[in-house]
């Protein structure tokens, strides 16, 4: 069996870490009709518009506090610029958490940035929001981005009341938080926006695709010139800007995949409740849903040589398995020179947790069988 043909078959002897599953060609196939009649492809057509509406109805916010994106990265760098604008020489900083995925130091950076990491906390996985507000760098600091890790929920309470009481903008990398955002509006969405990403490994799925979330019409007004060549409305580029506009293609998967939401959300739930189920009773430390979102499995070990013993019992089993955000981003090749608080923090977690395989359609058979293979390292 080839390789391609084991990750297919995830009852085979190779499980990848995520399989996505998105809507069939068919539920995609009358939102694509519209196009051959409308022939508008892109810059803000009807699909997106509708897309953006059903979000913001889904969040139970206003039209018009959802912006759609062509990647949860373009998300990120226009929610930069219409928060904060790019780098000036005065305020050329960006605080960003040690642990987070890649692409939002990368997004500053584009902003003409300069990342300065911060320690995250053990238990919460993210910044804590009173070490921000008394960083010794803070006068220098152009804008702080918060990350709610694989997907948590972090209300929008205390980056509202860190920014005011700082003066900087804040901007929140949610990627991963599309479900926390549907069941908890209230407390998740606000001024501050919030960055989502639809990329194909996020439960809610575009193929690619993100979106800003904000209740600040400025913000949101400022986010779609950004995201359009810094177009205001007129075709006159009146601020800094490219193309991170959702296309209607995209627009079309994503109004499918709301259609069949419910549907694919129960089964995530399933799988989730069933690695839960085959864990609690081994001793075995799970984050599953609704903890994080439903595209991960997170396994915590409780040592970094444990981590290690369960990582080599995963490739033995055949089960694919990924540090979702590294060993920390002082870790990675390219930022390994960056200005850095001491990350305590981010060294102890971040070897620690590690994604387990996760799709939709995870058989239970499957999952016992992971959850076997980790649990026979316990007792090693
Ligand atoms: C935490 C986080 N931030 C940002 C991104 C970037 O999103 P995208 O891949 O849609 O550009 C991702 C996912 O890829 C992510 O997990």
Redo the contacts with the bound molecule.
């Keep these: 069996m080839s390789v391609v043909e084991q990750i297919l078959d995830s009852n085979g002897p190779f499980v990848p870490v995520y399989r996505p599953l998105l809507p069939k060609a068919e539920s995609v196939a009358g939102y694509l009709a519209q196009l051959d009649a409308s022939r508008l492809y892109t810059n803000h057509g009807d699909l997106s518009a509708l897309l953006e509406s059903r979000l913001a109805a889904a969040f139970s916010i206003a039209t018009g506090c959802v912006i759609g994106a062509a990647?949860?990265?373009a998300a990120?760098t226009g929610a930069i610029l219409a928060a904060a604008g790019r780098a000036t020489a005065k305020q050329p900083l960006c605080l960003c958490p040690g642990y987070?995925?890649v692409?939002?130091p990368l997004a500053a950076e584009l902003c003409g940035y300069q990342m300065h990491l911060v320690d995250v906390d053990e238990a919460t996985w993210a910044m804590d929001p009173d070490v921000l507000a008394a960083h010794p760098l803070l006068d220098r600091v152009g804008v702080i981005l918060v990350?709610a890790p694989y997907g948590r929920r972090l209300a929008q309470t205390a980056w509202v009341r860190l920014s005011q009481q700082t003066g900087v903008p804040v901007v929140i990398?949610a990627?991963?938080s599309f479900e926390a955002l549907a069941d908890d509006a209230k407390s998740l969405i606000g001024s501050v926006p919030v960055v989502l990403?639809?990329?194909a490994?996020k439960a809610f799925s575009t193929g690619?695709g993100?979106a800003i979330v904000s209740t600040d019409p400025a913000i949101a007004r400022a986010a779609i010139a950004a995201l359009n060549f810094g177009f205001d409305g007129v075709r006159e580029t009146t601020g800094p800007g490219f193309n991170g506009k959702m296309s209607e293609y995209q627009a079309a998967v994503g109004l499918a995949e709301l259609d069949g939401w419910a549907e694919k959300r129960a089964a995530f739930r399933r799988v989730a409740e069933t690695y839960r189920e085959f864990a609690e009773p081994r001793g075995l430390r799970l984050h599953v849903a609704p903890a994080v979102s439903s595209n991960y499995v997170l396994f915590e070990a409780a040592s970094e040589q444990s981590a290690g013993a369960a990582q080599v019992a995963l490739d033995c089993a055949g089960f694919d398995h990924r540090l979702w955000y590294g060993r920390g981003l002082h870790r990675e090749a390219y930022f390994r020179h960056v200005s850095r608080d001491v990350l305590p923090g981010v060294e102890a977690l971040a070897p620690r947790l590690i994604g387990l395989p996760m799709a939709p359609d995870l058989s239970e058979g499957v999952v016992e069988r992971i959850v076997a293979a980790l649990a026979a390292t316990l007792t090693q």
């Design positions: 990647s949860g990265t990120l987070t995925f692409a939002a990350a990398d990627a991963a990403s639809f990329h490994t690619e993100g």
